[in-house]
C-alpha cells in the first residue's frame, strides 16, 4: 500500500480522528487555567491600589487638630492694676508711679513694683514692697488649652513659694473670692536689715496667673509689723489685680479666636520661673 493510500485510510478512521479533537481540547482547555490566573492577578493589583488611594485620600482628607482658644488675649498696665487709695494703704510712701518690670511681650508678661520706706528718725523706720506678676498662657495645639497651661503654672508657683530658702514658719491658706482659685503664703524672713514678714498671693483666673508679693519690716528699732494686717492689704490688693485682667479683656471674651472660633497654633513660651523677685534679694 502507498504512502498516500495510507495517509487517506487515517484520515477516514473515526478513532484517529477522535484522538485529535481529544487533544486539541486538552490544549484550549489547559489554556484556561493560565487565562484565569492572569485575570485574577490583574483584579487583585488594581483592589490593592484603590485601597491605597483610598486610604491616601481619607488621610488628606483629615482636618487640622485644634484646641479652645484661650478666655484672656492680652493684659493691663501692670502698673495700674491696683487703685491709688490701695498703693496708699500698701506703700504709703511709694510716690506716684511703680517700677514697671523688663519684658520682651507685655501682653504675655508683666510686672511692677513699688518700695516705700517711712522714715521716722531716731525711732526707726517702717518699710514696706510690693512686686505685681501677670503671667498669661495661650492655647496651643502641641501643648494644650491656655487655662490648664495656666493651672500647671499655678500649682507649681504655689510650691515654690512654700519652699522658699530660709522661710520660718511658713502658712498657706486658700483665698476665696478671688479668681478661679487662689492661695496665700506667709512667713518669716530673717534679713541684716531685720525681720522681714512675707506675704505672697498666687492667683489664677482662667488663662492668666497673678503674682503678689509684699513684705514689710521695722528698720533700725521700729515695731515689726503684723503679719495678719499685711495678709489683709496683700488679699485686697490681690482681688483688685484679678478685676483688673478681667476688665481688660471684656470680661472674658476672647480677642484671639480666628473666625472659626479656633485658636491659632501660636503661643507664649511657658517661663522657667516666675518673674516676681525672690524673697532673699529685697532690700
Not at 484556561?32 to 481619607?58: F, W
Not at 514697671?100 to 523706720?125: F, I, M, P, Y
Not at 508657683?157 to 473670692?177: I, L, R
Not at 521695722?218 to 483688685?240: M, Q
Request: glycine letters at 8%.
Amino acid at each position: 500500500m502507498s504512502e498516500g493510500t495510507m495517509q487517506r485510510a487515517a484520515q477516514r478512521d473515526p478513532s484517529h480522528q477522535r484522538a485529535r479533537r481529544l487533544s486539541r481540547a486538552v490544549v484550549g482547555a489547559a489554556a484556561v487555567p493560565v487565562m484565569l490566573i492572569a485575570a485574577s492577578c490583574s483584579s487583585d493589583s488594581g483592589s490593592d491600589d484603590a485601597s491605597k488611594n483610598s486610604a491616601s485620600a481619607s488621610a488628606s482628607a483629615s482636618p487640622s487638630p485644634t484646641v479652645q482658644a484661650a478666655a484672656y488675649s492680652k493684659l493691663p498696665e501692670a502698673c495700674d492694676v491696683l487703685a491709688k487709695d490701695t498703693l496708699s494703704d500698701l506703700v504709703p510712701k511709694a510716690g506716684k508711679s511703680g517700677k514697671e518690670g523688663a519684658s520682651n511681650d507685655t501682653s504675655s508678661r508683666a510686672s511692677c513694683s513699688w518700695d516705700s520706706l517711712d522714715n521716722n528718725g531716731v525711732k526707726g523706720s517702717q518699710f514696706r514692697w510690693l512686686n505685681v506678676s501677670l503671667l498669661r498662657f495661650d492655647s496651643d495645639v502641641t501643648r494644650g488649652e491656655g487655662d490648664k497651661l495656666a493651672k500647671e503654672y499655678y500649682a507649681k508657683q504655689v510650691k515654690d513659694v512654700q519652699a522658699v530658702d530660709g522661710a520660718k514658719n511658713v502658712k498657706s491658706e486658700p483665698v476665696t473670692g478671688t479668681g478661679d482659685e487662689a492661695t496665700a503664703v506667709r512667713y518669716d524672713l530673717k534679713k541684716k536689715e531685720g525681720s522681714f514678714k512675707q506675704q505672697t498671693i498666687v492667683a489664677r483666673v482662667e488663662n492668666v496667673v497673678i503674682t503678689l508679693d509684699y513684705n514689710g519690716a521695722g528698720l533700725a528699732g521700729e515695731k515689726t509689723p503684723s503679719a495678719d494686717t499685711l495678709t489683709t492689704l496683700a488679699k485686697k490688693a490681690t482681688k483688685e489685680a484679678v478685676a483688673a485682667v478681667t476688665k481688660a479683656n471684656g470680661s472674658g471674651t476672647s480677642a484671639s479666636k480666628s473666625p472659626s472660633g479656633k485658636a491659632t497654633s501660636s503661643a507664649s513660651k511657658s517661663p522657667s520661673k516666675s518673674s516676681s523677685k525672690s524673697p532673699t534679694k529685697k532690700s
